[in-house]
């Protein structure tokens, strides 16, 4: 799992979706993106970059465009 391979424990960035299939599709279009695009995707939900796990019960949607 990338997670445990990398060392991954923070959490910066989500999305919801309703089904798995729209999951899959998504995740398929963000890895041929280039890292600065993802960079800005992140700054725009979480501009100081705090690990959001730490606060999950803050609506980070209200954030998005």
Do not use: H
Not at 43 to 51: F, H
């Amino acid at each position: 799992m990338f997670t445990a391979r990398f060392n991954c424990d923070k959490l910066f960035y989500f999305e919801e979706f309703e089904n798995g299939s729209e999951v899959g599709i998504r995740e398929k279009r963000f890895k041929k993106w280039k890292r600065e695009w993802k960079i800005k995707l992140i700054k725009e939900m979480n501009p100081s970059w705090p690990d959001l796990n730490d606060n999950w019960n803050l609506n980070y949607n209200s954030y998005r465009n």
